[in-house]
């Protein structure tokens, strides 16, 4: 194959695979400057297709026409190379002046170089080398070339900066990435230094050419980097300033990735990065399960200063064949939402006035414990109690000293009875309990020194002590069959309203 023919083929290789690359960046998920990446791409295939053409023509006049035409690819190349890097590396998009300022002056050269034959501001004369191999056009140039030449080297310049300026804010995949695609487009800024100086084989625009080097890099950036696959944008910006630990962990179980949050909560920072999962979260054997499953939920607590309560989403990351590639976790700080779901339920179960259970908390718990008891066929003991004259000491004192007075009442239960035994407010000035010593001698002891100890001590109060007395009524038996909770409730109540037949300050069953 001669020279010129193998160059005029390898150019429409180049262009081919750019257009291929454009194409893949167009329908590939929108991700930060994949779209004026395909643009890039666009305006260098014109560029080698438009060269390939022009290195099978041996005039003048058909050389011009294709040079025109390469044109419309090379005045745009520098504009979207700098967009794109813009655009990757997450700054603020310019405004739109500054946008058409940018297309404002490519569009003008292209307009001097269509109309060159008027001004010869682009090319002052052209003439064909026939020395060399290929019929290349030699020129005197002008000073709109040198002029668009300073614009393209800048643009290619301050995009470069862009780039690796971003690459040293980056974790270490995104660093990779971006300096692969500054060297990918820096590849073609050097063939033209090597044209522009007379440096290049037989005279050709080896820039054309090396936009196949170019198309390399950026092949390994796609497919080794995931270019397309991942958004850097939303990595860098999202997922890094998010206060939810995120760590991506391998197939293998090794870990390959982690945000900042990941540091403060696992303490997984770049050299952490490789070591097994199940090292790292042994501590916590449910997430190690569900790592090692690749999907599940996990909560777990890091005991460091003081608890914290994480609740983890392990998902599951495959390609688009369905092939699983690894797992995310994602660990979410719950501590907060724990804390005030606690406060909730306490709220729910319990009396704002006195802290202790409230009725209904009392009933359920009550429930369970007389089914058990009807279950295994043992003794049942409920009691209810109800402060004597109270209304007096209402009356008499006051509803803020009244309230005082079943505080104090409630702290007298709660230092006598066990931890197995449940006292509630059960309304008003009553309290009812569950009592885990099951004998009514048992029962009778202990409702006998909590009535000694209130009648002996009385309620302190801000008004000072106020001395009160309790009346007890209590039931205890083995459950029947047809028994039910309510029927000895309403037999403890009947027990207190004996006592109170009887004169107060006593404790009766019946």
């Not at 393209?152 to 995104?174: C, D, E, H, K, N």
């Amino acid at each position: 194959m001669s020279q010129p023919l193998a160059a005029v083929y390898c150019l429409l290789a180049i262009a081919i695979t750019g257009f291929a690359l454009a194409l893949l960046a167009f329908f590939s998920p929108r991700t930060a400057g994949n779209r004026s990446f395909g643009a890039l791409m666009v305006s260098a295939s014109i560029y080698a297709l438009g060269y390939s053409f022009e290195l099978r023509n041996t005039d003048v006049a058909g050389i011009l026409s294709w040079i025109s035409f390469e044109y419309v690819g090379i005045v745009f190349t520098p504009v979207f190379w700098l967009m794109f890097c813009w655009q990757y590396a997450g700054l603020h998009p310019p405004r739109s002046a500054s946008v058409a300022l940018l297309f404002a002056f490519p569009i003008l050269t292209l307009v001097l170089v269509l109309t060159n034959e008027y001004h010869h501001l682009f090319y002052r004369s052209l003439w064909i080398d026939t020395g060399k191999p290929f019929a290349v056009l030699s020129m005197e140039r002008g000073p709109w070339y040198w002029l668009n030449v300073l614009c393209t080297w800048l643009a290619y310049t301050m995009g470069a900066f862009v780039l690796l300026r971003f690459a040293f804010r980056s974790r270490r995949v995104l660093r990779y990435q971006a300096i692969l695609m500054c060297l990918a487009a820096m590849v073609p800024a050097v063939g033209s230094v090597l044209y522009l100086f007379g440096l290049s084989p037989y005279g050709l625009e080896t820039a054309a050419f090396l936009f196949s080097i170019s198309g390399i890099l950026i092949s390994i950036a796609i497919f080794r980097y995931s270019f397309f696959n991942v958004a850097p944008l939303a990595r860098e910006k999202v997922i890094e300033s998010m206060q939810d630990a995120v760590i991506v962990v391998e197939r293998t179980g090794r870990i390959v990735d982690a945000n900042r949050a990941a540091g403060f909560v696992f303490g997984i920072g770049p050299d952490s990065f490789g070591l097994e999962a199940k090292e790292m979260f042994g501590t916590w054997p449910d997430l190690t399960k569900a790592i090692h499953e690749g999907v599940g939920k996990s909560e777990f607590c890091v005991d460091a200063h003081a608890p914290c309560y994480y609740r983890a989403s392990v998902i599951p990351i495959s390609d688009r064949g369905g092939r699983r590639l690894g797992c995310a976790v994602i660990a979410a700080d719950v501590t907060e939402s724990n804390r005030l779901f606690a406060r909730l339920e306490d709220l729910a179960n319990t009396d704002a006035l006195t802290g202790l259970y409230n009725r209904r908390r009392f009933i359920e718990e009550a429930e369970l414990r007389f089914a058990a008891a009807k279950t295994a066929r043992v003794p049942f003991a409920v009691g209810i109690t109800d402060l004597d004259n109270f209304k007096g000491v209402n009356d008499r004192f006051g509803h803020v000293a009244g309230d005082e007075v079943l505080r104090s009442i409630a702290k007298a239960f709660v230092a006598g009875l066990s931890e197995a035994d449940r006292v509630c407010r059960y309304g008003g000035e009553e309290f009812a309990f569950l009592l885990a010593d099951v004998s009514e001698a048992a029962v009778q002891v202990k409702f006998e020194a909590l009535r000694h100890a209130i009648a002996g001590q009385g309620a302190e109060t801000a008004r000072g002590r106020i001395g009160v007395t309790a009346s007890f009524g209590f039931h205890v038996e083995v459950p029947d069959e047809v028994d039910e909770l309510d029927d000895f409730l309403r037999l403890a109540d009947e027990a207190l309203y004996r006592a109170k037949a009887e004169g107060r300050n006593r404790v009766r069953s019946l």
